[in-house]
């Protein structure tokens, strides 16, 4: 056979598999894309500026963040509304502060939905526009409700959602549990390009089944976990529930450098949880 027509036979061939993988891949997005949501949970955080956000639905983290569940950060977390509040535009502010406040540089929030809203499966979607400067973290993630009799990691964590501020156009997607957690956690980060997370809203999301979670930006499925890809036990099979905050500096990202602006904000316009019905 001439090298010629060999070549342009493996061409072909190459080609007609490209066609099936990528038929394939649209198979697999189609039935994402069509299963049977049911809303089960929300907030859209309307109401007047300055309002605290609804007390049946969050409660508050208060103290520094080395106080039991930190990363060496330096923010204070308080209750605040000029840390959290409605800002009368149909999103809620979770704000960082460069001040004193209780023997701590830095204030913000962090709030959960602990004791109020816990689920096992499920869409968890957010719309939420990022702050951004070196040092600042802001985070929508999820911890097991059996975080307070087995611990942490035990309990698992699945962070939606979370951003070193340094580089306002790169967000990730983490499990953490037994075997796979801190540095050798298991992530994928999702990049922006030509645009920032911090100009415009983006709705970070994860599709949570029995064997898989799915990670998604916008409509962009970018990572999906299974049990086969961890290094450890799989503890994604109770209820969790729902966090946000934004930190400053820890081990993380790094520490707030002069170029770092303050007062920032992450401003988020809704969650919604869903079930898959039967």
Known sequence: ???????????????????????????????IEQRNWQLVWSDEFNGVAGVSPDAAKWKYDIGTGNNGWGNAELEYYTNRTSNVSLDGNGNLAITAKSEMYAGSAFTSARIKTSGFFEQ???????????PWGPGVWPAFWMLGSNESTI???????????????????????????????????????????????????????????????????????YQRITPDKLTGAWVFDHPFYLILNVSVGGNYLGFPTSQTPFPQSMLVDYIKVYKEAE
């Open 1 to 31: 056979m001439k090298k010629a027509n060999k070549n342009r036979i493996l061409a072909a061939i190459y080609s007609l598999l490209l066609i099936f993988l990528s038929g394939c891949e649209k198979e697999n997005v189609q039935k």
């Open 120 to 130: 096992a499966y499920g869409r968890i979607e957010a719309r939420i526009k990022t």
């Open 151 to 221: 611990g942490w990691p035990q309990c698992g964590e699945i962070d939606i959602m979370e951003l070193r501020g340094q580089k306002p156009n790169i967000v990730s997607g983490t499990v953490h549990g037994p075997g796979y957690s801190g540095a050798a956690s298991i992530t994928k980060s999702f990049a922006l390009e030509n645009a920032r997370y911090d100009v415009d809203f983006h709705i970070f999301a994860v599709e949570w089944g029995k064997d898989y979670i799915d990670f998604f930006v916008d409509s962009t499925l």
